[in-house]
C-alpha cells in the first residue's frame, strides 16, 4: 500500500542551526511533492512545490531536496528562528486532480 | 485578495444529527477540496470539486457528501454523526484541477460530537 513517513518524533534546534526535516515514500510515483507548515489551530500554509525532474528548489531560507530514486524529499530551513517552530507536512499527489496524501508531519521546535 | 474562508468556525452536535460545513475559495479559484484532520489519522482527502463535479473522493463513507455550487462555493455534509466524525475539516482552494498548483486552506471547522 501507499505510504508517506515523516519523522515521527519532534525535532528541537538551537536558533541559527539548519534544521533538516525527512518525507519518504513507498509505492509512489509522484510527479511533485509540496511542503506545508501548520501551526496550532489554522489549516496548513504552502511553502515549495518541487517537481520529479528537479533536484533542489530554493525559497529565502528554505531548501528543498527531491530523490526519486531513494523515494525521499529532505526539506531545511538555514539560520532558523524561533518563529520557524511549527508542523511541517509533505504531500504528495495521489488519485488525480487536486487530490494530495500528506505525510504525518514533523513538529520542530527552535530554541533560543 | 482575500483567504478561504469557512463557516463556521467551531461546532458542538450530537451522535446521530447532521451537519453542513461552508467553504468560500479564494476568488479566481475553481477547486475546492476537502480534508479530514484528526490526531489519530493526521490529515486525510475527502473530496474535490471542480466546476460544480464531484472531481476526486477519499476513502469515507457515504454519510460524507458534498457539493459546490456556480460561484465555486462549496459545502459539505456529514449525515448520522458519529463520535468518531469529531475533527478539524479543512477546505482547500486552488486555481484549477490536476495542474499542480498550490493549495490554500481555510482556517478550518472543528466539529465536535458528543
Known amino acids: 500500500s501507499q505510504k508517506i513517513e515523516q519523522n515521527s518524533e519532534a525535532l528541537n534546534i538551537q536558533e541559527g542551526k539548519t534544521a533538516t526535516l525527512t518525507c519518504n515514500y513507498t509505492?509512489?510515483?509522484?510527479?511533485?511533492l509540496q511542503w506545508y507548515r501548520q501551526d496550532p489551530g489554522r489549516g496548513p500554509v504552502f511553502l515549495l512545490l518541487i517537481r520529479e525532474n528537479e533536484k533542489e528548489k530554493r525559497k529565502e531560507r528554505l531548501k528543498v531536496t527531491f530523490d526519486t530514486t531513494l523515494k525521499q524529499s529532505l526539506f531545511h530551513i538555514t539560520a532558523s528562528q524561533p518563529a520557524d517552530s511549527a508542523t511541517y507536512l509533505c504531500a504528495l499527489p495521489t488519485g488525480g486532480g487536486n487530490k494530495l496524501t500528506f505525510g504525518t508531519g514533523t513538529q520542530l521546535k527552535v530554541e533560543l | 485578495k482575500a483567504g478561504v474562508t469557512q463557516t463556521p468556525r467551531y461546532l458542538i452536535k450530537t451522535r446521530g444529527q447532521q451537519v453542513t460545513l461552508s467553504c468560500s475559495p479564494i476568488s479566481g479559484h475553481r477547486s475546492v477540496s476537502w480534508y479530514q484532520q484528526t490526531p489519530g489519522q493526521g490529515l486525510q482527502f475527502l473530496f474535490e470539486?471542480?466546476?460544480?463535479?464531484?472531481?476526486n473522493k477519499g476513502n469515507f463513507p457515504g454519510r460524507f457528501s458534498g457539493r459546490q455550487f456556480s460561484n465555486s462555493r462549496s459545502e459539505m455534509n456529514v449525515s448520522t454523526l458519529e463520535l468518531g466524525d469529531s475533527a478539524l475539516y479543512l477546505c482547500a482552494s486552488s486555481r484549477t484541477s490536476g495542474d499542480s498548483y498550490e493549495q490554500y486552506f481555510g482556517p478550518g471547522t472543528r466539529l465536535t460530537v458528543t
Open positions: 509505492n509512489y510515483s509522484p510527479a511533485y
Open positions: 470539486y471542480f466546476s460544480e463535479t464531484q472531481r
